[in-house]
Each structure stands twice: as C-alpha cells, then as structure tokens.
C-alpha cells in the first residue's frame, strides 16, 4: 500500500533512493541538494539501505567514482546542483561515452557567477549536449517518480545512458508537499536488480575500460551514443506506460494542460509549471482559451511530438529559466530548440520567448498571466513585437 | 604459497602487460608495471590516469593488458579506483559477487599525481579504500611533450620551464609528495625504483597486504624527457639513488625505515651530467643551482636519516 507522506522535495528524492537501494552512492553536499545527501547519509548509517556511500571529497570525485562502481557493475547514484554539476562536467561526459547507467539527481540552481545559491536552470542547460537524458519535474512526487523510473531507462540494455532528474532548488528542494510514496517491495520489483552485461570485476574475463580512442573509431562511438539516446526515446515511453499503470500515474514526454482547445499556450519546465496551471484555470474561468505545455523529457529532445503537440495553437510563448548568452536574441536554449522543431515540422506560428526567474527570482502568477495576455494578443495580430522578453527585470 | 622474488620463478608467470605496446624503447614505466604486477599473485583491477602508459598500451580496438582496466580521466584515477573498490565491497557483502582476493591497483604519472590528481588521490587516502597508488613519477608531463610538474628538481629543463639566456630552466624546487601522502597516516608508503626491481617488489607485496591504503612513489626515468640514451634506463635511476637524490624507503605504520642505503653516497652531479635536461646547469653562470641542488639533496637525506632512526 502507498501513503501520503509530507515531503521536501530532496526528501522525496532520498525516499526514492532508500527504495532503489543502489549499490554505491557517491556524492559531495552542495545547497540546495544538501538534505538529499544527508537523508541518505541516514538511511545507510541506521542501515536501512545496503548502500556503500562514498562522501567524497569534490563533486569531480563524486562522478568520478560513480564511473569507476558503475563500470564494476554497481547500480550507482549521485545528486548535485549548480556548481557541484559544473565540477563534475569533464567526467559527465565520460560517463555518458563509458554507457555508464548513473542516476543523478540534479537540483536546479543558478551557476555563478555572480554566486547565487537559488534556482535557475543554468546548470542543467550547460549540460543538455553531454549525451545525458534528462527529465525535469514539476514538484516532489515528479522527482520521486522520474527518480524511480530512471533507473529502468538508464540501466535498459538498449540505452546504457546516465540520466539527471531535475527538480527546482529551493522551490520544490526545500518545500513540503503531499508525496504519495509507494510500498517499498512495489518500488524494489519495478526497480528490479541490475544485471549488468560486463564488470570491471570480471577477472577471470579482462576487458579494457575507456582505451584511446582515435580518429578511426572515435566517430563511430559517438554514433552508437546516438543509437542509444534514439532507443531511450521508445524506452522512456515503455517505462512510464509500466509506472503509469502500476502507480495509477501519466507520464510522458510532456504534460499538456488544458491544451486541446487552447489558441495560446505557455512551455515552460519544473515548478513553474505548477504555477502557469492555477494561471490557466483562472483565464479559463474568464473565458480565454489559454493553455499549458509542460515538457518532462528534455533529452532525447521530443520535437515532433512538441511540434505536434504546439500545431493547432495560434500563439506560443516559451518561458526560460536560463539564458543561452549570445545565441539568436540571447534567448533561453528551450526557446531556441523548440522553435527549431516547430520550423522543422513545419509548424509556422508566432512564437515568443520569455526569461524569466534567474538566480532564484520569484515569478508570480500576476507574470505568468501577463504572458498569457501577450500571447492573447500575439493571437489575434498574428505577429510577435518582440521575440524575448526578460521578465521582470530591473532595466 | 607466494610466486618466490626469484628471476627464475617469476620469469614462469604470465605477462600481465603484454609485449607490443607503444611505450617508447627506454621508458621505465612498462618495466615498472611489470615488476609490480608480477610481484602480486592475486587477481588486480587497474585504473590508470591519462598519460604515456594509457595512450600507449591502450588504442582502440587493442589493449595491451591482461587485467581489468580502466581508463577515466587525467586527474580522477584515485577516485575512481575508489569507485570500483567501493561497488566491489559493496556487491560481496550483499551476496552479489562471490568474494576474490582482487587488489585494486591506480598508476598514474607525476603529472596525474603530484599536480593535478593530488585532490583526488588525498582524499581516496583519507577516506581508506583498499587500494595500492602507484606514481611512476618520470618528474614531468611527459605525454604532452616535456613540460614541468610538481616533481620536476630545480634546474631540469622543460618545455614550460626552458633553459633560456636569462631562466635558466625550473625555479622551484620539487615537493616531496611521498612525504605528503605519509602524512596522510595511511598503513604503507614507500619510495621505490625499478633498478632495485627486488626492493620494489617486497614494497608491492607488503602495500597490496596491508589492509588499507598504499602509495608508492617509483622514479621513472624517460629517455625523451630526461635525455639519455634508451639503454641508461635502469643505470639512470640507480645513479638517483646512489646519489640519495631518490632515497628508498618505507613508511609502515607510521615507522620510516631506509631500505637501501648507499655504500658511498654520490654527488647528485654524477646523476645531473648524465641527462641532456641538466646541461645547462654545467655552465659556469650556472654551477650554484648544482650546489643548491646538492644542498636540497642533502638537507631532505640528513631529515630522511633522522625519520628512519639511523642517526
């Protein structure tokens, strides 16, 4: 039987991974991913887990000895944030080529500079290219549920990738909400036990781990990362069809949020979603057909199924919470990828981007709204005045 | 019953680094990787840290080792044999794998270690995993060309620390990393090379059985970078011994002990005028760094003496 339980979001994280039990965690405490680490640092010292925990001396050193145990043929988590990520960003990579299953739970904050301990998406962005998947989460329950369903996706043996599960720092981190935490023994059978096909520990079998690798065959191992990260497309659908039926839950690629009939909708990721929905069902009740397009799956980046999704609409904006500095119109990387499959797929409808919350800025509903009246009128003259805006800024 | 540390047994145990690898004629590295895995007779996991002895015993598709391996990063090689030694312990006590004596063994080179894996490695060391670090320290960053680290003597020329006209080559003087890591109290460290292959050996087989963590600090002569002829190898690292500039020693428990001690103690410019990086330094204007090299070299044996009890 499940129960409700009254989590912080990092709590629900560490709850997760009590349920996992992976076999080796190794993780340096950062804010706001702090709490999940000393949740964990708990469970392993009152032995509720059987986890080994390496607590690192650096977030490089968390990565790298998540590589070295998942190359071992451990089931290897971490979590960090910001900065911590940015330690790490040599070895991300690596973990990525090395097909090493990680689950990382990334808790968004701004990088600095200047320092700034609060939530944007900076970090994740940086590493949108890596060859991580990467799922985002509107509130605990979405971190605990994509926490659980990673593990399946990452340790697929068509997909063999590591995936970063984020959540917003401090706004989801830190808050308490409702958490429906499943029965440990439903968790532990969905997780199931990793099986993996080769171990550095294999003696009697040597094999060479992370050789040179030159010109001639370098290329063609970039390439198989590509296979892989196509297969986690089908994969990520297949697992969230399992979870969906077995915890009553309906994950997807995205969530659309009264979106059917909408003429304008908003895309924007993790919390702020939460509060661009009570903004919807307040215009709705005005009568304004207006809309929401939560993504969840960030990498494999689902673009024909936005486009499809985005098709009927007469006015989009894309909220970012990061800014890709010196791209077209220093607009945010969801924008700048987002209209490019619209474009792709032939999707030709005014599109606007919107900045918004960097370095932890509060963003209230009175802005979301003003958003939504932008594109109401984007809608009706059919043309985009300006292509970004930063919200809220002081100028 | 252990392989005795005697040619004619040890020549009847498999290579564990095979023949045809790329590592230059002359490289001490090879030699030393062998000495050190011959001297174990348990099954080993190897990580290595980027540099001459992955690039040139590892390109896809050939491998030149007959173990586990792992190559991750430049800096990160302590960290992630901690990884492997950590999913290892954690997968037999959970009844996952069946328990094996593996020794879990890091190379990395100075660079790897003195300069840029130091973080890693002390904390690896501080946090007790069971594993022995083998520095091959050819006392600079010789896989990218020849340029400084933290082990390059005073002196030495480099392509980062040229002889010029004016500097003539490093200004420093190296750190002493072996003393660094014996202060981290872990149960064993040593200093070895391979031209006492014997010495070395007894330090591997009592490193991988302590119980803890191990360091041992190898000097590793490169005929590019040091600039000697490929068959002065061995004969090289002697002299740097012979002339107490790379003492051999152990620190067990915390109690120093000389394991080799010179009959005649050499002037360190017998080992100096036989490398090309040195010639400089025999340039009148130049002949002080030789006696504030001797200086050094006499002032940390004098301190080593005292450490081991022998004055």
């Not at chain 1, 520990?201 to 690798?213: E, H, I, M, Q, R």
């Not at chain 2, 302590?210 to 002569?221: D, E, M």
């Amino acid at each position: 039987m499940s129960k409700y339980e009254a989590l912080t979001g990092d709590q629900a994280v560490a709850t997760a991974m009590r349920q996992i039990n992976p076999d080796v965690v190794a993780a340096y405490p950062i804010t706001p991913q702090t709490e999940t680490v000393e949740f964990f640092a708990e469970y392993v010292a009152n032995g509720e887990v059987t986890t080994d925990f390496i607590c690192v001396e650096s977030e490089h050193s968390a990565m790298s000895a998540c590589v070295g145990a998942s190359a071992a043929g451990a089931r290897v988590m971490t979590a960090t944030s910001a900065n911590g990520l940015a330690l790490m960003w040599e070895v991300v990579y690596i973990a990525a080529s090395l097909r090493c299953p990680i689950v990382m739970s990334l808790v968004n904050r701004a990088l600095s500079g200047p320092i700034n301990i609060h939530c944007d998406h900076s970090d994740v962005m940086g590493m949108r290219d890596s060859g991580w998947i990467i799922l985002f989460s509107e509130n605990g329950q979405e971190a605990y549920d994509n926490i659980i369903q990673a593990v399946r996706i990452a340790e697929h043996p068509d997909v063999l990738l590591p995936v970063a599960v984020c959540q917003d720092g401090f706004i989801t981190s830190h808050a308490m909400e409702r958490v429906e935490v499943y029965d440990d023994a439903d968790v532990k059978a969905f997780v199931g036990t990793y099986r993996p096909k080769w171990s550095i520990l294999d003696v009697d079998n040597p094999k060479t781990y992370g050789p040179l690798d030159f010109y001639d065959y370098y290329y063609e191992h970039k390439r198989q990362q590509v296979e892989a990260m196509e297969h986690a497309r089908r994969v990520i659908l297949e697992v969230a069809d399992e979870f969906n039926r077995k915890f009553r839950r309906n994950y997807g690629l995205f969530e659309a949020y009264r979106l059917d009939d909408a003429d304008v909708a908003v895309v924007v990721t993790n919390s702020t979603a939460g509060t661009a929905k009570v903004v919807v069902d307040g215009l709705r009740a005005q009568g304004l057909k207006v809309g929401l397009l939560k993504p969840r799956v960030f990498r494999p980046f689902p673009a024909k199924e936005l486009a499809q999704a985005l098709r009927h609409l007469k006015a989009v904006a894309v909220m970012d919470r990061s800014i890709a500095f010196g791209s077209m119109n220093n607009a945010g990387p969801l924008f700048l990828e987002l209209t490019a499959a619209l474009a792709i797929h032939g999707v030709h409808i005014p599109v606007a981007d919107y900045i918004f919350g960097l370095g932890g800025r509060d963003i209230k509903p009175s802005e979301v709204e003003s958003v939504y009246r932008d594109m109401l009128r984007v809608a009706e003259t059919g043309r985009v005045e300006r292509l970004v805006t930063y919200l809220s800024v002081r100028e | 019953m252990a392989t005795k540390l005697i040619p004619k047994e040890l020549a009847k145990k498999p290579d564990r680094l095979s023949p045809g690898h790329r590592l230059c004629a002359g490289c001490a590295a090879p030699i030393i990787v062998r000495q050190i895995l011959a001297a174990i007779d348990e099954p080993v996991v190897v990580a290595n840290a980027t540099g001459c002895l992955e690039v040139a015993t590892t390109i896809y598709p050939y491998t030149a080792w007959r173990v586990p391996w792992i190559h991750n990063a430049f800096e990160n090689v302590a960290a992630t044999i901690a990884g492997v030694e950590t999913a290892y312990r954690s997968l037999v006590r959970q009844g996952k794998i069946p328990e094996r004596d593996i020794k879990f063994i890091a190379f990395g080179g100075d660079g790897g270690t003195y300069d840029i894996g130091l973080q890693a490695l002390s904390g690896a060391l501080e946090r007790g995993h069971q594993f022995l670090y083998v520095c091959y320290n050819n006392e600079a960053y010789m896989n990218t060309g020849i340029q400084r680290s933290g082990a390059t003597p005073l002196g030495a020329h480099t392509t980062t620390s040229p002889a010029g006209s004016v500097i003539p080559g490093k200004q420093q003087m190296r750190k002493d990393l072996t003393a660094i890591v014996a202060a981290h109290d872990i149960p064993y460290v040593a200093q070895a090379a391979p031209s006492q292959w014997k010495d070395l050996m007894e330090k591997t087989r009592k490193a991988v059985n302590c119980g803890g963590p191990a360091f041992l600090n190898v000097l590793s002569s490169c005929n590019r970078g040091w600039r000697h002829e490929t068959y002065e190898t061995l004969e090289l690292t002697q002299l740097a011994v012979d002339t107490c500039y790379w003492p051999l020693y152990e620190v067990e428990n915390g109690v120093w002990r000389l394991t080799y001690k010179p009959k005649e103690k050499l002037p360190v410019e017998e080992w100096l005028k036989r490398q090309g990086r040195f010639r400089h330094l025999f340039r009148p204007e130049n002949r002080h760094l030789i006696d504030e090299l001797q200086a050094e070299v006499d002032r940390r044996w004098e301190r080593l003496l005292a450490l081991c009890g022998e004055k």
